[in-house]
């Protein structure tokens, strides 16, 4: 459990800010003087106000934070966000529906021009950044963006109820965006790396997400694929329950739509027995086991009850909210955060938008 005191310790006492130098120091005894340093945050940092352009709260001093590894390091230190539209709570249904949303998968999914939600909140980022540096040399990384299919359980919006925000479309139609984007943010200087999430689909805090390419390391077919590829498989040694569900052509999610690689035969080895040695899972199964297993057959997923209850978000409406934030209301830190249509737009720290939204990895 996260306690205040920790919290007090970490912000205010300057651990985090210790332990971040000493990092560097790390790097640098072992001959990586110069190489880039950074942290992840996730989009809730650009809710500064006033003379502080990024967050700045007891409970997370960002800005005094940036404050001090720019003028520590110039610019080796590299601002880093996670920006996700899949998650973003402002997103909403299209007028006068619950379960449609064409409209916000429109901006959602595209990175073509700088009303596209990560063009835009990176666009923001780097207005945020110059108000703090007075220059433009820093550099920018959007540390993770990516799209789920099928429908992430983390997913807590009310986006969730419209079956074409997790469809596979819309996860082809962002990863293609992605592909094709040239990294323009408009007037402002482009991102100067943007790095896609990811490979294969992961557990978050004991909860299913399908971000991945690939369902799990060993599949040998993408999500994404013309519909005439067929991959080659060596002989199996699968169990023929296994192979027999997993050669069925009319499997289907939970949420009933029919799974991106249904009609073909996996006949790889499963990588883990998840009913072997279950009594000793915590103490006795590797991470990766642990990760598998809570994917595929729910068991060994870390309880949920890491993330203390005390930060959690209270709003999950997807209100905008704007100016200072209410004790005790918002989580730290937010990965489906875009600015406010008003605020992207000239930059200004005095009338932020924001809203609450998921934690961030």
Same mark, same amino acid.
């Given at each position: 459990?996260?306690?205040?005191?920790?919290?007090s310790?970490?912000?205010?006492g300057g651990?985090?800010?210790?332990?971040?130098?000493r990092?560097?120091?790390?790097?640098?005894?072992l001959?990586? !003087?110069?190489?880039?340093?950074?942290? !992840?945050?996730?989009?809730?940092?650009?809710?500064?106000?006033?003379?502080?352009?990024?967050?700045?709260?007891?409970r997370?001093?960002v800005?005094?934070?940036?404050?001090?590894a720019?003028?520590?390091?110039?610019?080796?230190?590299?601002f880093?966000?996670?920006?996700?539209?899949?998650?973003?709570?402002?997103?909403?249904?299209?007028?006068?529906?619950?379960?449609?949303?064409?409209?916000?998968?429109?901006?959602?999914?595209?990175?073509?021009?700088?009303?596209?939600s990560?063009?835009?909140?990176?666009?923001?980022a780097?207005?945020?950044m110059?108000?703090?540096?007075?220059?433009?040399?820093?550099?920018?990384?959007?540390g993770?963006t990516?799209?789920?299919?099928?429908?992430?359980?983390?997913?807590?919006?009310?986006?969730?109820?419209?079956?074409?925000?997790?469809s596979?479309?819309?996860?082809?139609?962002?990863?293609?965006?992605?592909?094709?984007?040239?990294?323009?943010?408009?007037?402002?200087?482009?991102?100067?790396h !943007?790095?896609?999430?990811?490979?294969?689909?992961?557990v978050?805090?004991?909860?299913?997400?399908?971000?991945?390419?690939?369902?799990?390391?060993?599949?040998?077919?993408?999500?994404l694929?013309?519909?005439?590829?067929?991959?080659?498989?060596?002989?199996?040694?699968?169990?023929?329950?296994?192979?027999?569900?997993r050669?069925?052509?009319?499997?289907?999610g939970?949420?009933?739509?029919?799974?991106?690689?249904?009609?073909?035969?996996?006949?790889?080895?499963?990588?883990f027995?998840?009913?072997?040695d279950?009594?000793?899972?915590?103490?006795?199964?590797?991470e990766?086991?642990k990760?598998?297993?809570?994917?595929?057959?729910?068991?060994?997923?870390?309880?949920?009850?890491?993330?203390?209850?005390?930060?959690?978000?209270?709003?999950?409406?997807?209100?905008?909210?704007?100016?200072?934030?209410?004790?005790?209301?918002?989580?730290?830190?937010?990965r489906?955060?875009?600015?406010?249509?008003?605020?992207?737009?000239?930059?200004?720290?005095?009338?932020?938008?924001?809203a609450?939204?998921?934690?961030?990895?």
């Amino acid at each position: 459990t996260v306690t205040p005191a920790c919290i007090s310790d970490m912000w205010s006492g300057g651990y985090f800010w210790r332990q971040f130098v000493r990092r560097v120091e790390e790097f640098d005894a072992l001959g990586f !003087v110069g190489i880039a340093v950074t942290n !992840v945050f996730g989009g809730l940092i650009l809710a500064g106000v006033g003379s502080q352009p990024f967050f700045e709260d007891p409970r997370a001093m960002v800005n005094t934070f940036l404050i001090n590894a720019t003028r520590a390091y110039g610019n080796r230190y590299v601002f880093s966000l996670n920006l996700y539209p899949y998650f973003d709570p402002s997103n909403t249904p299209d007028p006068g529906f619950s379960d449609t949303c064409s409209l916000a998968l429109a901006r959602a999914t595209c990175l073509s021009n700088d009303r596209c939600s990560v063009v835009s909140s990176a666009a923001y980022a780097r207005k945020k950044m110059r108000l703090l540096t007075g220059t433009d040399t820093s550099k920018l990384w959007v540390g993770e963006t990516g799209w789920s299919s099928s429908l992430s359980a983390s997913l807590a919006t009310k986006m969730a109820a419209c079956k074409a925000w997790s469809s596979v479309e819309a996860f082809e139609k962002y990863y293609r965006g992605f592909l094709a984007w040239d990294l323009d943010v408009g007037a402002m200087r482009s991102p100067d790396h !943007v790095f896609y999430f990811t490979a294969r689909d992961s557990v978050n805090y004991g909860v299913i997400e399908h971000f991945g390419l690939v369902e799990v390391c060993h599949d040998q077919l993408c999500k994404l694929r013309t519909g005439n590829y067929s991959a080659s498989f060596g002989a199996t040694t699968t169990s023929s329950s296994a192979r027999k569900s997993r050669q069925n052509p009319a499997s289907r999610g939970e949420d009933g739509q029919r799974r991106p690689f249904d009609n073909f035969i996996h006949s790889t080895t499963l990588p883990f027995e998840c009913q072997a040695d279950f009594s000793n899972w915590r103490r006795g199964w590797s991470e990766g086991k642990k990760a598998w297993c809570c994917l595929h057959q729910g068991r060994g997923c870390p309880e949920p009850t890491i993330r203390p209850a005390s930060l959690r978000a209270v709003d999950r409406g997807g209100g905008v909210l704007g100016g200072s934030i209410p004790p005790n209301s918002r989580p730290l830190s937010l990965r489906g955060w875009s600015p406010s249509p008003e605020a992207a737009g000239d930059g200004r720290t005095d009338d932020i938008g924001f809203a609450a939204a998921n934690f961030d990895r």
